[in-house]
């Protein structure tokens, strides 16, 4: 009964990405026939819920507010549209027009991108945010991957990733010989092999049924992954070492990007700015009452670990992933440098 259980999930996945290519040829088609305004499709892998979907609502509020005659924005959210790998190939070719997409399947259309799986790459959440809020610099990474026919335009907060699992980790020690979940990323392998574990990367949504059935002993993510995703029920302890800070990004296809009117674009960097805000917003409130759920609800225990004892065991990384990958020595000098800084503050 549980293989046909699963056989039927993946089919009922595939049937959901058919049915939205399908969905997708069809407005194609239809935005040709005599449609006065351009149709502009966003996908993401997120509920309606989630901050970075409503952060698009007001991207989408904003453009058609000032460009309505002109444009229409259409959101398709839950992989509607396919994996976001699949949905960031669409956007290279132009079948859509933007995608919400995780840094690390960023990584192989920029090696810039490698950068956000060094764990502990920023002292704080403050200095994350402000790194990603400095659109000059940042400005160097959105246009790294214009070879590949793409462009970030904003970013949108994913959180602080921090361990959770069926048992409590208070130190680095209690994590040898454990198996974790992380996320496809050749950093986050050796992160976990520096600690003594076991890295096992896997597809997000197989996590919950991996740690309920012993597959696995837990996962890393950020606060929601308790809730919205329902890891709380089978890990009941979540430990606050905060690894990663890792971003999403808002990418939009180039073609689309230059054909824009100076105007035009204006709006649509404005827009991609207020969405990031709303989500900023929204994420804020949403993180509180996961945590608030997570605890009185589903019995997880929030344990504060000493954050520098995790550090030091990878702090080895940084120099071997600078030594394989010049292109993200100048982001990792800029950061460091704002690290020192706000240190001696």
């Known amino acids: 009964m549980e293989a046909e259980a699963v056989a039927k999930n993946k089919f009922s996945k595939y049937a959901a990405v058919f049915a939205g290519l399908v969905l997708l040829t069809v407005l194609t088609g ?24 409503l952060g698009l609502l007001a991207f989408k509020e ?56 060094m764990p502990y790459l920023f002292d704080s959440p403050e200095i994350y945010e402000s790194v990603m809020n400095d659109k000059d610099y ?17 970013w949108y907060n994913a ?54 059935q012993g597959v696995i002993e837990g996962a890393e993510n950020n606060e929601l992954a308790l809730t919205n995703n329902k890891h709380g029920e089978v ?22 990007l230059e054909g824009l009117t100076e105007e035009e674009r204006k709006i649509f960097e404005e827009a991609a700015d207020i969405s990031t805000q709303t989500e900023q917003e929204k994420w804020a409130e949403q993180i509180e009452e996961a945590k608030n759920i997570a605890e009185n609800q589903m019995g997880v225990e929030f344990i504060e670990v000493d954050v520098d004892a995790f550090k030091e065991k990878v702090l080895p990384l940084h120099e071997e992933m600078l030594e394989k990958n010049e292109d993200i020595r100048d982001f990792y000098e800029y950061i460091q440098e704002i690290n020192e800084k706000a240190a001696e503050d």
């Open 30 to 53: 239809c935005a040709g026939q005599g449609e006065s305004r351009r149709i502009i499709r966003i996908a993401h892998g997120q509920s309606e819920t989630h901050p970075e979907h």
């Open 62 to 117: 904003y453009v058609e507010e000032k460009l309505g005659d002109k444009y229409e924005i259409q959101i398709f959210p839950n992989e509607i549209l396919g994996s976001a790998q699949k949905a960031i190939e669409l956007t290279q070719t132009g079948a859509i027009d933007f995608v919400v997409a995780g840094t690390a399947n960023l990584e192989t259309f920029a090696d810039v991108y490698e950068i956000f799986s």
């Open 138 to 154: 940042m400005k160097n990474i959105y246009e790294s991957t214009d070879e590949a026919g793409f462009e970030a335009l904003t």
């Open 159 to 212: 959180g602080t990733r921090n361990f959770y699992a069926k048992k409590p980790i208070y130190a680095p020690e209690d994590l040898k010989g454990q198996k974790i979940r992380v996320q496809q990323s050749p950093a986050s392998v050796k992160m976990m092999q520096a600690f003594g574990a076991a890295a096992s990367p896997m597809s997000f949504g197989e996590v919950y049924t991996a740690i309920q």
């Open 235 to 256: 890990a009941k302890y979540y430990s606050y070492d905060q690894h990663q800070m890792v971003p999403d990004m808002l990418i939009g296809n180039l073609k689309f």
